[in-house]
């Protein structure tokens, strides 16, 4: 699949197993709860569409989405700190949006944190909806959080 231009510097392209490295540093750098680099090889060895964005051979923000049956499941999406604000998860998210439709989706799904401001000002400019509570969904550092379940139309 080719690359698809993001900034002028930058580029939305397929996850490759060469990627897992930086990409596990991300999600080291934004989550108390990291998944494991197991995790992230399953999703890409099952087939889940999992995409970087990299500028200038840095990889800023990764996304991994499973479709089936009709739906589309944003399972992460994470920009490195020094990237926030530039637009880069947008345009990420812009273009998971797009993929789960072409890949037959009628809704694209996802769960957010409340605590998380700033990825639910993101998921309502771009049209998400809340449509549940999962309780006690995130591992917390005291506790658990609960999970807002969104969703968007893609048709």
């Known amino acids: ?20 490295m930086a990409v596990m540093e991300i999600e ?7 998944w494991t680099a197991g995790i992230m090889r399953d999703c890409m060895r099952v087939g889940y569409s999992c995409w970087v964005y ?13 479709v089936a049956a009709g739906e589309a499941h944003l399972l992460n999406l994470c920009v490195r700190p020094e990237a926030r604000g530039q637009g880069v998860g947008r345009r990420l998210l812009q273009h998971v949006i797009v993929s789960a439709a072409r890949l037959g989706a009628d809704t694209l799904f996802l ?17 998400f909806s809340e449509v549940g509570l999962r309780k006690a969904y ?9 999970a807002i379940v969104m969703a968007r139309p893609l048709n």
Do not use: W
């Open 111 to 127: 769960e957010v944190r409340p605590s998380n401001a700033s990825a639910l000002a993101l998921y309502e400019k771009l049209d």
């Open 1 to 20: 699949m080719s690359a698809v231009p993001c900034f002028e510097s930058g580029r939305i392209r397929a996850m490759a197993t060469e990627d897992l």
């Open 54 to 66: 990299e500028r200038e051979a840095v990889i800023q923000a990764y996304a991994i989405l499973s």
């Open 28 to 34: 080291r750098l934004c989550y108390a709860h990291p």
């Open 138 to 146: 995130y591992p917390g550092h005291k506790g658990r959080e609960d």
